[in-house]
């Protein structure tokens, strides 16, 4: 039996043992089992986001869950070292988010009857389908990988920018409010992406892979923010981070011209072109298909299925 699970702030010493966690639990997968925003965030303590570590009777952090309640949906992921498994620390960790979900975003909100719970399984992997499966959890939402080759040399030159808009790259210290209110209008139905604060934005800047010259804003004849497009280059892929169109300039070609640009600048930068996009948004879908990309993995999310929505 694991020892009882400490909920709270992690210690620096727990941040590295939850980073060796991921990365013992990522060697035996062949998949990360946390994601880039919750490993931002180990060092996080806010009320709205909990931590809770499992250890084994020597000390060593043998489970964590994270769940945030800062969205409309409470999200958590969860992961077990694969040396533990089988022996209910999973089911623990679930059934702290479980209850964590019920606790208001903010200390004493009145008239709070708690959020849905949403859980990560990233890769979707056996174990993860058993384990949801066993707990009564259905999957509610696909988040696809997409990916596609690069050429080595230039990639051909595709959609150009429609008339009246001009491409530049990002200046940080000048666009970034800028970027967060133009990122808020275009990802407003999103429950991650939408919610990226200045602070967010800054904690990516810090990350060694940024790069501005990889991050391309539009704008419009007025010089207002039409659209972004930020790639990541990293471990030989080149990630379509984030392509955002305000939408109020939808519609007129743009995210397929930034999908062209995003190609162009990664040609020579990575050998193979990635990006996640939500299985349900099939404008999106129909640009990447067009562009040659094939899905290569999916991510889903669980969540009960009495509270199921699709
Ligand atoms: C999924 C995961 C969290 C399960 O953790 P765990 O500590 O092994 O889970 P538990 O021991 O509490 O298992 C509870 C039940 O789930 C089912 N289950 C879990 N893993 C299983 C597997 N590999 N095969 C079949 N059933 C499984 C069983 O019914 C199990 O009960 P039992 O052992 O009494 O038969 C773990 O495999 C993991 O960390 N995977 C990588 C990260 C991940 O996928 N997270 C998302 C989870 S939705």
Redesign the pocket.
């Known amino acids: 039996m694991p020892s009882p699970l400490s909920i709270g702030p992690l210690s620096p010493p727990d941040v590295d043992g939850v980073r060796a966690l991921a990365a013992a639990?990522a060697a035996a997968?062949g998949v990360e089992?946390l994601s880039e925003q919750p490993l931002l965030r180990l060092g996080v303590d806010e009320g709205w986001l909990t931590h809770a570590v499992a250890r084994s009777k020597a000390g060593q952090v043998v489970?964590y869950v994270q769940v945030d309640r800062g969205g409309e949906d409470a999200s958590a992921e969860?992961?077990?070292h694969p040396e533990h498994?089988?022996?209910?620390?999973?089911?623990l960790l679930l059934r702290t988010a479980e209850r964590d979900a019920t606790l208001p975003q903010f200390g004493g909100t009145a008239g709070h009857h708690g959020k849905r719970l949403r859980?990560?399984?990233?890769g979707n992997?056996?174990?993860?389908r058993?384990?949801?499966a066993?707990a009564g959890y259905v999957v509610v939402r696909e988040l696809l990988f997409l990916a596609r080759p690069l050429p080595g040399a230039a990639e051909p030159a595709g959609a150009a920018v429609p008339p009246g808009y001009r491409v530049r790259t990002f200046e940080p210290g000048r666009d970034d409010d800028a970027w967060v209110a133009l990122n808020a209008r275009a990802f407003a139905a999103h429950p991650e992406q939408g919610r990226l604060t200045v602070a967010d934005l800054h904690d990516r800047m810090a990350e060694p892979w940024f790069d501005a010259a990889g991050f391309f804003l539009v704008e419009d004849a007025d010089g207002g923010l039409a659209a972004s497009l930020w790639t990541k280059v990293e471990g030989g892929d080149g990630e379509i981070y984030a392509v955002g169109v305000d939408p109020d300039h939808q519609g007129r070609g743009l995210g397929r011209a930034l999908t062209s640009t995003a190609l162009e600048h990664l040609a020579g930068r990575a050998t193979r072109a990635t990006l996640y996009v939500d299985g349900d948004n099939s404008a999106a879908l129909a640009v990447y298909d067009r562009a040659g990309f094939a899905r290569a993995a999916v991510d889903v999310q669980?969540g009960p299925s009495n509270g199921a929505i699709i």
């Open positions: 639990s997968d089992p489970g969860l992961v077990v498994r089988r022996g209910g620390v999973g089911r859980v990560w399984a990233h992997l056996g174990p993860a058993a384990f949801a066993r669980y």
